[in-house]
Antibody
Framework: QLQLQESGPGLVKPSETLSLTCTVSGGSISSSNYYWGWIRQPPGKGLEWIGSMYYSGSTYYNPSLKSRVTISVDTSKNQFSLKLSSVTAADTAVYFC??????????????WGQGTLVTVSS | QTVVTQEPSLTVSPGGTVTLTCASSTGAVTSGSYPNWFQQKPGQAPRALIYSTSNRHSWTPARFSGSLLGGKAALTLSGVQPEDEAEYYCLLYYGGVRVFGTGTKVTVL
């Protein structure tokens, strides 16, 4: 059974960089056709797709966040990470990591982590 | 910026049927947008239900079905159970960008 687990600071100061890691167990992050990505949800609001990355380096980012976001993959640790720079209170949210399937005829986001709340505050 | 719109809320009786829709500001939703549907209960991570318009995941009950309807993606819940009360989100794929819908709160009453 594939499992994803987010980890990282729960409190980040304004203007600093938010950094989160997602550890994947029960499967390889180097599997073909799978991207690894991040989604967030501000308190009481809807879901926002942040971006995703293939283990070999191909990335997709939300255009509204692209200038501040970096997603990276560490295959040796079976982990992937999110960095969001210059954060403001508007970046306060629950951050979820998730597996994205890309195949010729299908696209899905199937497995999700439980989520981690990150608060931006001084 | 692309906006994906869902009904804010719907109410259904136990055992009844309800259809949720997902519309794109760019025009008709097609299979090429690979519509996905997710269920989220309070305090929980979203759970994947449907992918690529109409495909159920291995854990998705048969009472959930996906389709295209009148230029929109649709999720139909048949024989609704009390545990189906939740927020439902669609997701559309626009090449390099994915956009979640605004969400529909389904109340079972």
């Amino acid at each position: 059974q594939l499992q994803l687990q987010e980890s990282g600071p729960g409190l980040v100061k304004p203007s600093e960089t938010l950094s989160l890691t997602c550890t994947v167990s029960g499967g390889s992050i180097s599997s073909s056709n799978y991207y690894w990505g991040w989604i967030r949800q501000p308190p009481g609001k809807g879901l926002e797709w942040i971006g995703s990355m293939y283990y070999s380096g191909s990335t997709y980012y939300n255009p509204s966040l692209k200038s501040r976001v970096t997603i990276s993959v560490d295959t040796s640790k079976n982990q992937f990470s999110l960095k969001l720079s210059s954060v403001t209170a508007a970046d306060t949210a629950v951050y979820f990591c998730a597996r994205h399937l890309h195949s010729g005829s299908h696209y899905s986001i199937d497995y999700w982590g439980q989520g981690t709340l990150v608060t931006v505050s001084s | 910026q692309t906006v994906v719109t869902q009904e804010p809320s719907l109410t259904v009786s136990p055992g009844g049927t309800v259809t949720l829709t997902c519309a794109s500001s760019t025009g008709a939703v097609t299979s090429g947008s690979y519509p996905n549907w997710f269920q989220q209960k309070p305090g929980q991570a979203p759970r994947a239900l449907i992918y690529s318009t109409s495909n159920r995941h291995s854990w998705t009950p048969a009472r959930f079905s996906g389709s295209l309807l009148g230029g929109k993606a649709a999720l139909t819940l048949s024989g609704v159970q009390p545990e189906d009360e939740a927020e439902y989100y669609c997701l559309l794929y626009y090449g390099g960008v994915r956009v979640f819908g605004t969400g529909t709160k389904v109340t079972v009453l």
